[in-house]
C-alpha cells in the first residue's frame, strides 16, 4: 500500500477505479482479478457468466438497450491519487462523514459489501435487458463470418406446417433424401397430410398421360341426360331422335376448330351400287354440304325450308350432285371454309325443334327417299347413321380417332338396317342381283330365316326373313347364320370393304348368306 501520492494497487489489479457518479458495483468487460489483493474499496469485481461469441448471437458485450456502451470509470489521472472511489451523489441534507484516520494509518477492513450497513441506500443498478430481447450490435465492429443456415436434426424435427409445404415437392421427387424420409414418415402418422398426398401424385399422374386430352364426344349427351333426369324439359326430345341429336353433335365437335386447310382436305366418299364398290372425291366441306341437303329432304316434309329451294329433287344423291354444282357457297373446293358448318348445325336444330314441338303425332308421318319412304322416326336415324359413317371418312381424311355411337343409339341404328334387310332382298331379286325365293309362305307366317349376330356393346341378335318381306322371321327356321362384330358391320353397311370380306364367321346356307351380305352393302348409298 502506498500513500495518497504513490500509485493505488487497485488500479493495477482491477483496472481503472471507478469515479465519483459512475460505479455502479459492476466492472467492464476485459477486467481481470488478483486472488491475492484485499477486496475493492467499491466492491469485489463481478465476473460475468460465459457467454456464446458475438458472432452466434449477433450481440457484443458490454452493450446496453439502443447500442449505448456501458459507462467507463474515471482513470487514476482523473482522480486524487490514493482516493477511493467516491458513491454516488448523497443529498445536501446528509453528507458523508470524514474518516477519523489519519493520513498514515490505513483503514481498518471492514464487513463485505453485500453484508456491510449502510444507512442510505445505493443507487439502483440499471436494469438488465431481458434475455429474450436481442441486443443490437455495436457499429463499428462487424461480424467476424455470415450466419449459418439451420439444418434440421433430430433435436429439431421438421413442423406439421413444413411437412406440408413439401407435399409438392415430394410428389414431383424433387425433395432431397433427408426431406423424403421425413415427409414419408411423417405421412404414415398424419392422415389429412397422406390424403392430400395421394391427390398430388394423382395429378403428377395426369401430367403424363397417354390417352388424348381432348372431351369425350359423348361429354355433351352424358351432361344433358343429367340435367334432363334431374329436371325434364318442359317439351321434352321425342327418343327416337336422340341418336341423331347425339351424332350430329359429335360431328360437330370434329369440325369445331377445324382451319382452313383441314376444311379443303380431300375425302374419298364410298358406297356398294349393288354390284361393285365405287366412290367420289370431294371435300371435308362438300361431306358437310351433302349431308345438310340430304337432310333438307326431312325439313321439307316437316314444312321447314328447303336448302335446295321448292324443286329440288327428291332422291338423296341426284340432291347432292346438284348442290355440288350449282351452289357456289360449298360446292366441291370453292367457298370460305367453315360457312356450310353453320348452315347444316342451324337447320339440323331446327329439325329437332320441330319434332319435339310436333308431338306423337308426328313419328309416323312418311319422308320420301327416291324410290322408297320411310318413317320420319326411323329417317331420323338414317341420317344418324349417315353422320356416323361420314364422321368416320372425315377423321380418316385428317387423321384423327374417332369413336363408335354410344350402344344404345348404335343397337338402334344396326336394327334399322336389318329391319330393312327384307326389303332390299325382294328389291335385288327384282333387279336378278339375287337368287329367287325357295319356299313361298302366306304373309304373317313363318318361313326360312337367317341369323344376324353382331357382337359388341351396341350388337345383338336378329332374325332376317329371306323369301319374302311379309313372312315372319323365325329362331326355328334358322338356315344360315352371320356372325360380325360391330365395326365389320359399320364397314359394311356404310360399303367401305366388299360384303364377301365383311362376315367373321359363316354357318349354313351359302346362298342365302351370299344375298343378305350383298343386301347390307346396298343399304349405302351417296
Not at 500513500?3 to 493505488?8: E, T
Not at 469515479?19 to 481481470?32: E, H, L, Q, S, T
Not at 361429354?219 to 341429336?245: E, F, N, Q, T
Not at 360446292?331 to 356450310?340: F, H, L, N
Request: hydrophobic fraction near 40%; proline fraction near 14%.
Amino acid at each position: 500500500m502506498t500513500g495518497r501520492g504513490g500509485p493505488d494497487p487497485y488500479d493495477d489489479a482491477y483496472g481503472e477505479s471507478s469515479g465519483p457518479g459512475d460505479g455502479d458495483g459492476r466492472d467492464g468487460p476485459g477486467r481481470g482479478s488478483d486472488p491475492g489483493l484485499p477486496p475493492h474499496p467499491a466492491g469485489p469485481p463481478r465476473i460475468p457468466p460465459p457467454r456464446s461469441a458475438a458472432e452466434d448471437s449477433g450481440h457484443w458485450p458490454g452493450a446496453l438497450d439502443g447500442g449505448i456502451p456501458a459507462p467507463r470509470p474515471p482513470t487514476a489521472d482523473e482522480t486524487p491519487a490514493g482516493r477511493a472511489p467516491e458513491p454516488a451523489p448523497k443529498p445536501a441534507a446528509d453528507p458523508e462523514p470524514e474518516s477519523p484516520l489519519g493520513p498514515d494509518q490505513e483503514p481498518i477492513p471492514g464487513p463485505e459489501p453485500e453484508q456491510a450497513v449502510s444507512r442510505d441506500p445505493e443507487p439502483d443498478p440499471e436494469p438488465e435487458p431481458p434475455a429474450s430481447a436481442p441486443l443490437p450490435a455495436p457499429r463499428a465492429a462487424p461480424l467476424a463470418a455470415p450466419l449459418a443456415a439451420p439444418t434440421p436434426s433430430a433435436a429439431h424435427p421438421l413442423t406439421h406446417d413444413l411437412l406440408r409445404s413439401l407435399l409438392g415437392a415430394w410428389a414431383l421427387t424433387a425433395c432431397s433424401p433427408d426431406e423424403t424420409a421425413a415427409v414419408e414418415a411423417h405421412l404414415n402418422h398424419c392422415p389429412s397430410c397422406a390424403e392430400e398426398a395421394l391427390r398430388l401424385r394423382d395429378a403428377v399422374g395426369l401430367l403424363h398421360t397417354e390417352h388424348s386430352l381432348d372431351l369425350d364426344p359423348m361429354l355433351r349427351s352424358r351432361v344433358l341426360a343429367g340435367c334432363l333426369g334431374r329436371r325434364p324439359a318442359r317439351i321434352p326430345m321425342p327418343g327416337w331422335a336422340g341418336a341423331y341429336d347425339a351424332e350430329a353433335a359429335r360431328l360437330d365437335a370434329l369440325l369445331r376448330d377445324m382451319g382452313e386447310a383441314e376444311w379443303r382436305a380431300p375425302v374419298r366418299l364410298k358406297w356398294f351400287d349393288g354390284r361393285r364398290l365405287t366412290g367420289r372425291d370431294t371435300t371435308v366441306a362438300g361431306v358437310i354440304g351433302h349431308l345438310m341437303v340430304v337432310d333438307g329432304i326431312i325439313a321439307a316434309s316437316l314444312g321447314l325450308p328447303d336448302p335446295l329451294g321448292a324443286d329440288a329433287p327428291r332422291s338423296p344423291q341426284a340432291r347432292t350432285e346438284a348442290y355440288w354444282h350449282h351452289e357456289p357457297g360449298a360446292s366441291y373446293g370453292a367457298g370460305p371454309p367453315g360457312a356450310v358448318r353453320e348452315l347444316w348445325r342451324e337447320q339440323g336444330h331446327a329439325l329437332v325443334r320441330t319434332v319435339s314441338f310436333a308431338g306423337r303425332g308426328v313419328a309416323e308421318l312418311d319422308v320420301p327417299y327416291g324410290d322408297i319412304a320411310l318413317p320420319i322416326r326411323d329417317a331420323f336415324l338414317d341420317r344418324a347413321l349417315e353422320c356416323w359413317v361420314h364422321a368416320g371418312d372425315i377423321a380418316e381424311a385428317i387423321d384423327y380417332p374417332y369413336e363408335p355411337p354410344a350402344s344404345a343409339h348404335l343397337r338402334a341404328m344396326i336394327d334399322l338396317c336389318a329391319r330393312l334387310l327384307p326389303g332390299t332382298l325382294a328389291e335385288r331379286r327384282r333387279a336378278g342381283l339375287a337368287a329367287p325365293p325357295r319356299r313361298l309362305v302366306e304373309a304373317g307366317t313363318p318361313g326360312r330365316t337367317l341369323h344376324l349376330q353382331v357382337e359388341g356393346a351396341g350388337g345383338g341378335d336378329w332374325y332376317i326373313a329371306l323369301d319374302s318381306p311379309a313372312a315372319v322371321a323365325s329362331p326355328e327356321e334358322a338356315v344360315a347364320t352371320i356372325a360380325l362384330d360391330q365395326e365389320a358391320f359399320y364397314l359394311l353397311a356404310s360399303g367401305h370393304v366388299p360384303p364377301q370380306e365383311a362376315a367373321a364367321g359363316l354357318s349354313g346356307d351359302t346362298e342365302a348368306i351370299r344375298d343378305v351380305l350383298f343386301a347390307a352393302a346396298s343399304l349405302s348409298r351417296l
